[in-house]
Each structure stands twice: as structure tokens, then as C-alpha cells.
């Protein structure tokens, strides 16, 4: 407890008047016995306690004093009246500089308050940055290792769509037994999206579905979850861009109640 935090609180005159809760008041004892500045202003508040009460007693023996004006009065009254009133007018004239004081400070906390704010927004800034070019960067050395490789590079998911999509061109897959050609998507005609569709009959022992399309037994696609439409089949949509020209095969899964995977069939089908 130091000398500023006990003139902030007022603790000498709460002290004084038995204010101060227990635990406040012992470390306030424990400081005032050993600091002789604590002590002097302790008694000062005791004896000018004292003096005003003498001076209230004066004051209705003698109340015909009064009219004599203040001056007079106070020419009459001890030296403890007289320092109790300049005491007053002193406290008096130091509040606006006080208040001002808070005020500034209150100030100061804000505009800190609102440089950190604003170095954090800079900082998440700056991690989304850094995070965007570690993402461009990490695509750059896919590519490269792809194209050393002789492999088509996937293409980036999109991000959105620009607007509404108006009649959807709708590749319905069929599954292929001994000779026969696959279905063919010209992308160049199916415009930014298509959708990929396959009648697998409504089983009621099926939860979900879960479709996997590969590409030179590498898995380009995958998603678990799925739902039949109101005509009973699988529809998944992409955008064109998705497919590198390649041959590509649809496998189409069930999950039963107990999460057991149960295939439906496979479907080729070629993108140029």
C-alpha cells in the first residue's frame, strides 16, 4: 500500500470515520504506524473533527457572533478553525485539475486500447496474407511435381458461382457389361457446370450413399453423406473446370444403419 493508492481511496478520512472494511483496515494500520506523513495527516483529520465540534458548540452559545460577518468570525476562531476552511477551499479549487487529470487519463487508456485493437487487425491481416501465399506457393510445387511426374494436375475447387445456374446439362451414367463406350462429356459444351446423375433405385436398407471417382486409380473425388433426389437417383454437380480431359470411373456405395459400406456399382464415363 503506498501513498498514491491511499490518497486515491481517501483512506486516511474513511479510516478516520471507521469505514474501511476489515481487511483494508489492517493493511492500512500496518502502513500508517511505520509512515510519520500517514500519521500526521491521521491526526489532522482527528483534530479538525475535534476543532468543528468545538467550533459547533461556540457557535450555539454564542450564535449572535454570527452576524458579525465571516471575517469576524473567523478572527474570533482558533488557529484549527481557520486551517479547516483554507483546508475546504484548497480541495475545492485542486478538483477541476483532479477531474481534468482523470479525464486525460481516461483518454490515454482509450487511444491504448484502440492501438491494440488496431495491431491486431493488422496482425490477422497479415497471417491471412501469409497463409494465402503459403497456399499459392504449396499449389506451385503440386504442379511442378505432377508435371514431372506425367500426371494431369487437379484442378482448384472453386471458391463460388457468378450467379443462377439455368438448365444444367445432366450426364446420366449407366453401368457398362462387355463392350460399349462410355459416356463422354464435351466440356467445351457444357458450359461452367454439369452434373453427374445415377439411377441406383431407392433401397430402404441404405442410410446414405458414398460416391468416389478415380482417375488412373487415383481418387479425384469423394464424398460421403449423400442423398437420392425425388426420382430416385444420385445427382452430383461440378463445375466444367473441375475434370482434366481423362478417363475417370464413378463408384457408388451404400451405408447401411451400422456404417457397413455395400457397392452399388461403378460407372466409366470420359471428359475431353
Not at 484548497?90 to 477531474?99: D, G, N, Q, V
Not at 487519463?105 to 493488422?122: F, K, W
Not at 506457393?137 to 475447387?157: H, I, M, Q, S, Y
Request: aromatic fraction near 8%.
Amino acid at each position: 500500500m503506498d501513498h498514491d493508492y491511499i490518497a486515491e481511496h481517501g483512506l486516511v478520512e474513511r479510516y478516520h470515520r471507521g469505514l474501511l472494511p476489515p481487511d483494508e483496515e489492517a493493511r492500512f494500520e500496518e502502513h500508517f504506524v511505520t509512515c510519520a506523513d500517514c500519521m500526521e495527516q491521521l491526526e489532522l483529520a482527528r483534530g479538525f473533527q475535534k476543532g468543528l465540534k468545538a467550533a459547533v458548540a461556540e457557535d450555539v452559545a454564542q450564535a449572535t457572533l454570527a452576524r458579525a460577518g465571516l471575517f469576524a468570525w473567523l478572527a474570533r476562531r482558533g488557529r484549527l478553525a481557520q486551517w479547516s476552511l483554507a483546508l475546504a477551499a484548497l480541495a475545492l479549487l485542486s478538483l477541476p485539475s483532479w477531474l481534468s487529470f482523470r479525464a486525460t487519463d481516461n483518454q490515454r487508456l482509450a487511444s491504448e486500447r484502440l492501438e491494440v485493437e488496431r495491431r491486431s487487425v493488422e496482425e490477422l491481416r497479415r497471417r491471412l496474407s501469409e497463409s494465402e501465399r503459403q497456399r499459392a506457393e504449396e499449389r506451385r510445387t503440386l504442379e511442378g511435381k505432377l508435371a514431372e511426374a506425367g500426371k494431369p494436375v487437379p484442378p482448384e475447387p472453386p471458391r463460388g458461382l457468378p450467379g443462377p445456374l439455368v438448365n444444367t446439362p445432366v450426364f446420366l451414367l449407366t453401368a457398362l457389361r462387355g463392350e460399349g463406350e462410355p459416356a463422354v462429356i464435351d466440356r467445351s459444351k457444357t458450359g461452367d457446370v454439369f452434373a453427374l446423375a445415377v439411377d441406383v433405385g431407392a433401397d430402404p436398407g441404405f442410410e446414405s450413399y458414398r460416391a468416389t471417382i478415380t482417375q488412373e486409380d487415383r481418387i479425384v473425388f469423394r464424398k460421403d453423406g449423400l442423398r437420392l433426389n425425388a426420382l430416385e437417383s444420385l445427382t452430383i454437380s461440378f463445375p466444367s473446370s473441375f475434370f482434366v480431359p481423362a478417363e475417370y470411373r464413378l463408384r457408388v456405395e451404400g451405408v447401411r444403419p451400422g456404417g457397413e459400406f455395400s457397392e452399388i456399382g461403378g460407372y466409366s464415363f470420359r471428359v475431353r
